[in-house]
């Protein structure tokens, strides 16, 4: 009853720029943490960016200075801002949100399908 859908990810040369889009639909009550995650072939997932419904944000070492998480509530929806793009950030990216759905007011983590980014020249 909940689906996150994800848009923006594509082939960018180095030191370019996307931005990811992931937008709840559904039986949603309220929606708390949003976070980006990234998992490489034979790697963990592991989070990128995170930012709670109050604006605090939180990154990987990683991305600091060049990724930026936003979020809009009226929208249910959140962003992912990803400037000077290195070949290091390919990999399959997810957005994740812990929300309450209005069925049954469960609390839980919600997934979306994954988007590619492919940063080479």
């Known amino acids: 009853q909940v689906q996150l859908v994800e848009s923006g990810g594509g082939l960018v040369q180095p030191g370019g720029s996307l931005r990811l889009s992931c937008a709840a639909s559904g039986s949603i009550f309220r929606i708390y943490d949003m976070g980006w995650y990234r998992q490489a072939p034979g790697k963990q997932r592991e989070l990128v960016a995170n930012?709670?419904?109050?604006?605090?944000?939180n990154y990987a070492d990683s991305v600091k200075g060049r990724f930026t998480i936003s979020r809009d509530n009226n929208k249910n929806t959140v962003y992912l801002q990803m400037n000077s793009l290195k070949p290091e950030d390919t990999t399959v990216y997810y957005c994740c949100m812990d929300l309450i759905s209005t069925f049954g007011f469960t609390r839980r983590k919600y997934w979306g399908q994954g988007t590619q980014v492919t940063v080479s020249s």
């Open positions: 930012i709670t419904r109050d604006g605090i944000t």
